[in-house]
């Protein structure tokens, strides 16, 4: 029982010492100040969907108005 715990320590700290060593030059994204490519690429996906939804109202908005003066007219 002793020896199978030995193992199974030395193989938990194998493995996070073989993770440190695999991450260790790579930078962290808050401490760089960089910001994901996929983050800013959803930024400017919800940017254009702000701006396309924003252009369907005014364009709702011009349609009815439109149609209110139609109906004024009649």
């Not at 060593?21 to 930024?43: D, F, N, R």
């Not at 254009?48 to 003066?69: I, L, Q, V, W, Y």
Request: proline share 3%; net charge positive.
């Amino acid at each position: 029982m002793t020896k199978l715990l030995a193992t199974l320590i030395a193989s938990v700290f194998a493995v996070s010492t073989a993770f440190a060593a695999s991450h260790a030059g790579a930078p962290m994204a808050a401490a760089s100040g960089a910001k994901p490519a996929a983050s800013s690429a959803m930024k400017s996906d919800k940017a254009m969907a702000k701006t396309e939804k924003k252009a369907a109202k005014k364009k709702a908005t011009k349609k009815a108005a439109k149609k209110d003066s139609m109906e004024k007219k009649s």
